[in-house]
Antibody
Framework: EVHLVESGGGLVKPGGSLRLSCAAS???????MNWVRQAPGKGLEWVSS????????YYADSLKGRFTISRDNAKNLLYLQMNSLRVEDTAMYYC????????WGQGTLVTVSS | SYELTQPPSVSVSPGQMARITCSGD??????AYWYQQKSDQAPVLVIY???KRPSGIPERFSGSNSGTVATLTIRGAQVEDEADYYC?????????FGTGTKVTVL
C-alpha cells in the first residue's frame, strides 16, 4: 500500500509560483503518479502524470507549459512546480496513483488571489 | 481537446437501479474508469478497465463500455451511495475526467 501526503499549498498572488510536494511511503517507485485538482465546487481535473521511471510525462492541454511535474524515487517524493499562476488555478491539488490500485493524498489547497 | 460528457444529476430511490452514462469519442479505443467522491473527501475508484471492481467495492457497482458510451450501474442503490461520480479515460498524451454526475438517493 502507498500512503501519500501533499504539502506546499497556500496563498499566492497572480503571476506567482508554488512548488507542491507529495511524500509517499510504500512502493512509490513502482507507480505512475498523477496530480489531479478540483476547484471549489467544481469537478475533478487531471493535471499531469509521470511514469514510474520519470521517462514519460504528460500534461493537460489547458496548462500551456506553466506546470512541471517531477519525481525523486530515492526520496519517495513527487513534485509539481507551478509558475505564472492564475486565479483559475485556485483548487485543491491531489497527488494520486489514480488507476488500480488507487491511492490518494488528502490534498493541498492552492489559492491564487491578489 | 478530448471530452467526456456525463448527465449533471441522477436521482434514484433506495433499492432501485441507477445508471450513469459517460460519452466520449475516444471511448471505443480506451478503458473507462469510475470514481466516487463524497462530500469533502478524496475520490475513490469504484470501477477500472471498464468493468472491474477494486477490492472492497460492493458488488452492486458494475460498469460497461459500448461504443462511445461507458456506463456505471448501481443495482440496489443505498443511501451511502449518494455522491458525485466521475468517469475518467486516458488518451495518447492526455487524460480527462468526465463532467461529473451528482447521484441523489431518496
Amino acid at each position: 500500500e502507498v500512503h501519500l501526503v501533499e504539502s506546499g499549498g497556500g496563498l499566492v498572488k497572480p503571476g506567482g509560483s508554488l512548488r507542491l510536494s507529495c511524500a509517499a511511503s510504500g512502493f512509490f517507485s513502482s507507480y505512475t503518479m498523477n496530480w489531479v485538482r478540483q476547484a471549489p465546487g467544481k469537478g475533478l481535473e487531471w493535471v499531469s502524470s509521470i511514469s514510474s521511471s520519470g521517462d514519460h510525462i504528460y500534461y493537460a492541454d489547458s496548462l500551456k507549459g506553466r506546470f512541471t511535474i517531477s519525481r525523486d524515487n530515492a526520496k519517495n517524493l513527487l513534485y509539481l512546480q507551478m509558475n505564472s499562476l492564475r486565479v483559475e488555478d485556485t483548487a485543491m491539488y491531489y497527488c494520486t496513483t489514480l488507476l488500480s490500485p488507487d491511492y490518494w493524498g488528502q490534498g493541498t489547497l492552492v489559492t491564487v488571489s491578489s | 481537446s478530448y471530452e467526456l460528457t456525463q448527465p449533471p444529476s441522477v436521482s434514484v430511490s433506495p433499492g432501485q437501479m441507477a445508471r450513469i452514462t459517460c460519452s466520449g469519442d475516444a471511448l471505443p479505443n480506451t478503458y473507462a474508469y469510475w470514481y466516487q467522491q463524497k462530500s469533502d473527501q478524496a475520490p475513490v475508484l469504484v470501477i477500472y478497465e471498464d468493468r472491474k471492481r477494486p477490492s472492497g467495492i460492493p458488488e452492486r457497482f458494475s460498469g460497461s463500455n459500448s461504443g462511445t458510451v461507458a456506463t456505471l450501474t448501481i443495482r440496489g442503490a443505498q443511501v451511502e451511495d449518494e455522491a458525485d461520480y466521475y468517469c475518467y479515460s486516458t488518451g495518447s498524451s492526455t487524460n480527462v475526467f468526465g463532467t461529473g454526475t451528482k447521484v441523489t438517493v431518496l
